[in-house]
């Protein structure tokens, strides 16, 4: 079982960076494929990011190509998202997810959640 934990989120201005950090409660996740989606009122959970195992290869969504990278320290256990050049639309409630289904970007492929933590960009 891996419980993670969101942290990092807040209120922010338009074209300033945040950075999410993820990491999981009382396990590690050095095996898992660590994916961000985030999701707004009314809509659904929307893939943003992931990142396998070793920390290579990480994969986007379109529409955040750019201004997110993700990464991870395993020595920390720790996955982190940065987003540069914020903007309203990327407000959301951000979740940390983790998957054995490496490459996935899909939501039923990631088994554990964390709670979330919310992002919002003021115009």
């Known amino acids: 079982q891996v419980q993670l934990v969101e942290s990092g989120g807040g209120t922010v201005q338009h074209g300033d960076s945040l950075r999410l950090s993820c990491t999981p409660s009382g396990s590690t996740f050095s095996r898992y494929t660590v994916g961000w989606f985030r999701q707004t009122p009314g809509k659904d959970r929307e893939f943003v990011a992931a990142?396998?195992?070793?920390?290579?290869?990480?994969y986007y969504a379109d529409s955040v190509w750019g201004r997110f990278t993700i990464s991870r320290d395993n020595a920390k256990n720790t996955v982190y998202l940065q987003i540069n050049s914020l903007k309203p639309e990327d407000t959301a409630i951000y979740y940390c997810a983790a998957t054995q289904m490496h490459g996935s970007r899909r939501f039923s492929a990631f088994g554990y959640w964390g709670q979330g933590t919310q992002v919002t960009v003021s115009p």
């Open positions: 990142i396998r195992p070793t920390g290579d290869t990480p």
